[in-house]
């Protein structure tokens, strides 16, 4: 019996040469409400954190204090001086720490600083590929949804009509109904989401919306790629 393997594709990295991209407006994340949950892990979540700030900094401290730090003690035991050896050592570790400690902040923060600054701080574009449709900045592949996870997309130019109220969004932009409810939440695509009347029977109203900044022919190329990519989930953006 042949053994079928069923697991979905990973989400790509990286944009290739298949990809069709285009440039999107800044997006203002959405603040999270805490929920009942929330009260008690925030205060759990801040604590933590102050305790390892505390302690990549300990090391650094004792470079430059020794044993003067109330509490802390040299190699021996005792409050004696340290020695430079050991000066140089704490210096150096604490460094290598806070080193490790900022590579692994620095990509989610710069991410969603790319969605949130001007253009000339960031390029941040939507993408189509067979596998699905993504939020990237420049070629990174930041966040997404395989074409297994939507149910449909339309892509609404200037002149088009739409069932989204101007209030709301003003066309060019881009609709992704996803096959699951989406969810809102501080997350790039959670802060994406606007609940109006579909644009067709059987679709949720729910949906992320994407505004472009960008050509009419970019926009064009999109709505091409998409019958190529994903046929049959194209739909108009205006009312059925």
């Given at each position: ?54 302690l990549l900094t300990l090391p650094i401290a ?179």
């Amino acid at each position: 019996m042949a053994i079928v393997n069923r697991q979905p594709p990973r989400r790509p990295r990286r944009l290739d040469e298949r990809a069709v991209a285009a440039r999107i407006h800044r997006i203002r994340l959405r603040r999270a409400s805490p929920g009942t949950t929330g009260w008690f892990v925030l205060p759990l979540m801040l604590v933590v954190l102050a305790i390892g700030v505390a302690l990549l900094t300990l090391p650094i401290a004792y470079a430059f204090f020794g044993t003067d730090i109330p509490f802390v003690v040299n190699d021996a035991g005792t409050k004696a001086p340290p020695s430079f050896g050991d000066r140089a050592k704490a210096g150096a570790l604490g460094l290598l720490c806070w080193v490790v400690f900022i590579a692994a902040l620095w990509r989610p923060v710069r991410d969603t600083i790319a969605f949130r600054w001007p253009h000339r701080f960031a390029s941040r574009r939507i993408a189509l590929t067979p596998d699905g449709v993504w939020l990237a900045r420049g070629n990174r592949v930041v966040e997404g949804l395989e074409w297994s996870q939507v149910q449909a997309v339309s892509v609404v130019e200037e002149w088009q009509s739409t069932t989204v109220p101007t209030e709301l969004a003003r066309p060019p932009f881009v609709e992704v109904f996803p096959v699951k409810a989406a969810k809102e939440s501080a997350s790039l695509l959670g802060s994406l989401i606007v609940n109006t009347t579909p644009p067709g029977p059987g679709i949720r109203g729910k949906r992320y919306l994407i505004r472009l900044d960008c050509e009419a022919d970019d926009i064009r190329r999109l709505a091409h790629v998409l019958d190529a990519f994903a046929p049959g989930k194209r739909v108009s953006g205006g009312p059925a």
